[in-house]
């Protein structure tokens, strides 16, 4: 058997014209462009009016919906990712297929993207032109990026994560002007976005954090000196007075060895809501500030003889 070799001609061999040539053939051959896709597509009208520009291509798909064609014989660039937004919105398309001969890395993740954090289908395929041997030259699309149920998927999980991050860093800066009035233990702290907010207490590796769950929050002394076995120690020297500290602190503590983890904790819990539960926030904040200057005060000895050892 004899195997030919694919060889790669280049486009402007086989289209001289973008507009006159490849677009005039892509709606004559629209199957091709179909099989790539996986759909199919019908209706297909050339240079249609989408304001002050004229769409390359605008076909149906089986239900019906609008879809917009782009094509680009050259390497991808910002203006035709911009005409093809346009198109988008001008002609309220569902879907956007963007033909290229070179897809540049970052039109890459703009296409990825957007199938992640809008609702329309953003296809990317790339055209060449390939024959074998002395054959006539043949079109061949790629599909760079689609749209996926993992892309969606993925899109939702960071559109939720950024809205986390939004109301976390909203209730931290509540529960920090509302400290103010109190103490000034976390005084020179930022509001960020993530769980947890700390501030040091006077010993390296040892932090006086809050903690904000969904529905929850905490207050916590967090041992981390970055070896596990002196966590432990000094984990231990707290526990030696836990009668004491939860005397002094007015309630029960958790006691989290946390074994065969690096670090140690002690913690005390707010069931009173958490990041979620936003108008409840004055009272949570309010309980879990009275709850920190408490747990300071109760560990406070104990850290100065730690400080004066150490």
Same mark, same amino acid.
């Given at each position: 058997?004899?195997?030919?070799?694919?060889?790669?001609?280049?486009?402007?061999?086989?289209?001289?014209?973008?507009?006159?040539?490849?677009?005039?053939?892509?709606?004559?051959?629209?199957?091709?462009?179909?099989?790539?896709?996986?759909?199919?597509?019908?209706?297909?009208?050339?240079?249609?009016?989408?304001?002050?520009?004229?769409?390359?291509?605008?076909?149906?798909?089986?239900?019906?919906?609008?879809?917009?064609?782009?094509?680009?014989?050259?390497?991808?660039?910002?203006?035709?990712?911009?005409?093809?937004?346009?198109?988008?919105?001008?002609?309220?398309?569902?879907?956007?297929?963007?033909?290229?001969?070179?897809?540049?890395?970052?039109?890459?993740?703009?296409?990825?993207?957007?199938?992640?954090?809008?609702?329309?289908?953003?296809?990317?395929?790339?055209?060449?032109?390939? %024959?074998?041997? &002395?054959?006539? *030259? !043949?079109?061949?699309?790629?599909? =760079?990026?689609?749209?996926?149920?993992?892309?969606? #998927?993925?899109?939702?999980?960071?559109?939720?994560?950024?809205?986390?991050?939004?109301?976390?860093?909203?209730?931290?800066?509540?529960?920090?002007?509302?400290?103010?009035?109190?103490?000034?233990?976390?005084?020179?702290?930022?509001?960020?976005?993530?769980?947890?907010?700390?501030?040091?207490?006077?010993?390296?590796?040892?932090?006086?954090?809050?903690?904000?769950?969904?529905?929850?929050?905490?207050?916590?002394?967090?041992?981390?000196?970055?070896?596990?076995?002196?966590?432990?120690?000094?984990?231990?020297?707290?526990?030696?007075?836990?009668?004491?500290?939860?005397?002094?602190?007015?309630?029960?503590?958790?006691?989290?060895?946390?074994?065969?983890?690096?670090?140690?904790?002690?913690?005390?819990?707010?069931?009173?809501?958490?990041? %979620?539960?936003? &108008?409840?926030? *004055? !009272?949570?904040?309010?309980?879990? =500030?009275?709850?920190?200057?408490?747990?300071?005060? #109760?560990?406070?000895?104990?850290?100065?003889?730690?400080?004066?050892?150490?």
């Amino acid at each position: 058997m004899t195997i030919g070799k694919l060889t790669r001609v280049p486009l402007r061999e086989v289209w001289k014209h973008e507009a006159h040539d490849f677009t005039v053939w892509l709606e004559d051959n629209i199957d091709v462009l179909s099989e790539a896709l996986d759909f199919d597509l019908a209706n297909v009208e050339r240079e249609k009016s989408a304001g002050d520009f004229n769409v390359d291509l605008v076909g149906e798909d089986a239900n019906g919906d609008t879809v917009v064609i782009e094509n680009q014989l050259e390497k991808s660039d910002h203006d035709h990712l911009g005409k093809v937004l346009t198109y988008l919105a001008a002609l309220d398309a569902k879907a956007a297929v963007w033909i290229v001969a070179r897809p540049r890395p970052e039109h890459v993740k703009a296409v990825q993207w957007l199938n992640e954090a809008t609702s329309t289908h953003f296809y990317l395929l790339q055209v060449e032109a390939v %024959r074998i041997g &002395e054959s006539e *030259p !043949a079109p061949l699309l790629t599909r =760079i990026v689609g749209p996926s149920i993992e892309a969606r #998927a993925a899109g939702e999980t960071k559109a939720e994560l950024s809205e986390r991050h939004i109301v976390r860093r909203r209730f931290w800066t509540l529960l920090l002007e509302r400290a103010k009035a109190k103490t000034k233990l976390h005084s020179s702290v930022s509001p960020g976005h993530y769980n947890w907010l700390g501030t040091g207490s006077g010993i390296s590796g040892l932090g006086l954090n809050y903690a904000v769950r969904q529905h929850g929050t905490q207050v916590e002394l967090y041992i981390d000196r970055g070896d596990g076995d002196e966590n432990s120690s000094l984990f231990d020297r707290f526990h030696a007075y836990k009668a004491a500290i939860e005397a002094a602190f007015g309630a029960p503590l958790e006691w989290q060895r946390l074994e065969g983890k690096r670090a140690c904790r002690i913690r005390h819990r707010i069931d009173l809501g958490g990041w %979620r539960d936003e &108008e409840k926030w *004055p !009272a949570v904040t309010d309980a879990a =500030i009275d709850a920190m200057i408490r747990l300071e005060k #109760a560990l406070r000895p104990h850290l100065k003889k730690i400080k004066a050892t150490s």
